[in-house]
């Protein structure tokens, strides 16, 4: 059976959604590692296709002349809730020229929204985590069997959704394959934050075990947590690969010619232990990473590890310098830890960045934005990111967000965190976030110590443009 991934162009006159992080538009183009790890796993039964419209820059027209003339036994699509009237037209337009081919989606737009895409018997949704899914899924169409008793799918049946029961979590990590990068290995991915190619992203872990009632942190997880959560009214266990998995996949990206790395695991830093292995390895092949940490997980011996092993960053979540809100939100953590973090990586000379998300409470006031400003730029840290909760359905702050009124139009919309807020606090509108989230990304990036410190360290003028075009999205949304 020949089953073919289609990342569609933007359809609903917007920038296109990232699908990996979820959550915003796309700023600069991130290798979808999720749906490359379900195309691995296909490979080993069928004939799979990739087709990128984003990264190729093509149109809509393109899109509909690749249906009309394309053969494929079945299309897959990754969804994300910015996705989703994208995703729909995308399947009408399959629909139009291959009347009776099947369509399988995936991701968290349709792990939540799951009636949304069932538009007829032969649309498929896989709920949560989707490698065993999709396989055993596939692997029954192309025999021409009954897939009704499919653990972890919805389907259209005699004119009823009819949901199946949830797929235990993937056991065991390491029996899957690593993604299948050859699909996308001709597309010029970069980190504006580490400005080395070839670029890749690796996943080590799956979820976080921290009770932050926002978080989303990737596509995957929310997928993987929406579903998890039905059942269980919590969130799911975070679950590892083995550092020695993990390292025969640096060995052959390092074999490959890949140059640079961000592990994009939800919280990469948990214990020594594992972490020293990995940079060890990082270290031999000369690797320039970096990955997403908490402030709390960083020690001086930690710090050590990751100058020595080369990171070109630490992503921080810090939110706000606020006790009150960060007890609020429940991120287990004080500022005082926050300051300690950053301290012992600036010691070390590991470039942080901060992510501080506006509006996480509703103690939140222009007051508490201004002064998480002002200590942000005091600390002179390499990159700020700034964007605005959304309350995100299934998360604990949808709900409360829900239940005190503070959601514009009364229930949560797809958003754009970086750019738009669909919050009104009583002393905090959406407004007043939508323009403090304008000017304090103005007053970071514009910088003349900002600029001057980042302009020479890209490596090639192709890197350049791609960052300044990311930045430019990032402040304008164009």
Partial sequence: MTITFIVPPSLDGELPAERTAGCTRLVYPMPNIYELIVAAVLEKEHHVCYQDFVLE????KQLELFFAQDKSDCYLLWCVNLSLETDLKTIR?????????WIITMGPGVT???KKLLIDQRVVVVRGEPELTVQELTGAISEGKDFGTVNGISFLKDGNI??????????????LPFPARHFIEKYPFTNPKLKIRPYTTVLTSRNCPYKCIYCVPSSLTFAREIEFKKDNNRKPPISYRSVANVIEELDMLAAEGYRAITFIDDNFITTTKRLRPICECVKKHGFSWGCQARADAITEEIARILHESNCGFVDLGVESFNDDILKYIKKGITSEQIYEGIGWLKKYRVPVKLNILIGTSPLETKETI???LRKAKALKVSQVMFNIVAPFPGTEFYDLARENGWIVGGDY??????HHSILNYPGLSNEDMEKMLFRNNI???????FILKNIGRFGSFTDFKIALKALKRKLFHT
């Fill in 57 to 60: 820059e093509k149109n809509e």
């Fill in 93 to 101: 337009y399959i629909r139009k020229y291959r009347p009776d081919v």
């Fill in 112 to 114: 939540y929204y799951t």
């Fill in 162 to 175: 009819r949901h199946n029961p949830a797929r235990e979590l993937i056991k065991d990590l390491d029996s």
């Fill in 370 to 372: 201004r002064d998480t």
């Fill in 413 to 418: 919309k797809p958003t754009d965190v970086q």
């Fill in 443 to 449: 007053s970071f990036f514009l910088r003349p110590s």
